[in-house]
């Protein structure tokens, strides 16, 4: 029988890890280089926070489109803005409601604030990323949708959501899945139309187009009145941009919005990582049984000896 | 193909679903009704004599440039400061009724050179311009001080007869 030669054997085991870093490495290398960046085409939503007066006609209409279930209080209760959750923290989109306006009380404006909350539809979403059932899907119109026959109710996405958007379906025991807002992908965007919450709002509060267009939008907006608006366009560059996107005149931080998410999409933040992950399932088996093969091996031969 | 169908299907949708698309404005008097658009709510009675007494005679506080008299909006002078007066100052001439229609988004995409690419429609015109105005000076700001909800709206708002059961305290009231 041949024995196992030490030497060749932790030559060939460097080599092949050396190999497999470096092939691990310029996969890192070409992912970073280039990110996805959005559909060309897709659609987009520009939603102007100085126009909305806070009817709740947006989430009345996204209840009657989506077939959701019958609100709580109607729609046109507004004592809900004063309703909030643990910690202070506003209304939030739930599995009955996938987009809620929420008021603001700025100080020195003279009226308050309200902002429509709803899924921002990421260009590299990270929902999408992080969900290990490949259940959702970024369409080339723009919305980010999902399969709710896949979903196995793990919730990583909500974790993953750096909007904290996906809601979950509490009341199913049988079968609880993810729920959020797939921009009327369904009923009317795949057909070029706007979501139901666009078209129904009375103060024009959102314009729908190609995101490219919008973005060019937003800035003409702020250019020409520029004493009104904030100069950021949230959305455009924020994770890799949104397919929803916000002008204001109320420094974003103000009014709910985290301004610290960076440019980065989140998958940026873990790829890195995750790239390492296929090597060390390969490589650290294979290199560990050869190390517990050498240290035992000795051992073995030495019983066997010493029996004959 | 299915795009295209789709965008008929949507098209046919919004305007079964719109009001009855004849003149926006009834005439009677100098108070106009404002009901073309009336769906989830009834049309608004507009007053044009009191308003024009309101902004002392100055058509373009809503009428832009369309009335003859000179824009304000520096904006708009850029290129409107000879454009007189239009053949008709109607809202509805310019802010159609189905923005989102097919034909219009096909309108907005593909003309060239488009400025006005964003042009909200008649719905949004009338309360950006009514209710804009009127947070500033005091007017009337409630949904219902204006016009009062339909049976389509009660159901479409879950409010009125069709408000949920459980939970009181439902009312409907004005908003701001």
Redesign the interface.
Known sequence: MKKIDRRNFIKGSLAGGLTAAATGKAKNASAAGGTFGGYPDSMGVLVDLTKCIGCRTCEAACNKEQGLPEPDRPFDDYSVFDEHRHGGLPRRTTEGAYTVVNKYEVEGREHPLFRKFQCNHCNEPACLTSCFVNAYTKTPEGAVIYNPKVCVGCRTCMIACPFYVPAYSYSSPINPVVKKCIMCYDTRLQFGRPPACVEACPQGVMTFGKRKDLIDLAHETIENKPDKYVDHVYGEKEVGGTSWMYISDVPFEEIGFDTHLGPDPILNYVKDFLAIVPMVLCIWPALFTGFHLLATRKNANKDDSNKA | M??KK??T??LAAIIAIAAPLSLPFTVSGEVFELNSLSSLYEGVSFDHDMHIEATEDNCTVCHHHTAGTPPEEP?CVRCHRNSGEADSPKCSDCHVAE??S?AN?DR??NTPNLYH??K??L???Y??NC?GCH?ETGGPTG?QDCHT?TDKGEK?????HY??KE?P?????G??
């Open positions: 299915s795009l789709g965008k299907i949507g904006d923005p989102f097919a988004l907005q995409y690419t964003a909200p429609g719905k949004a015109v309360h950006l209710l947070q949904c909800m479409f708002y879950n409010t009125g408000a949920p939970k305290g439902g009312q409907s009231s908003h701001h």
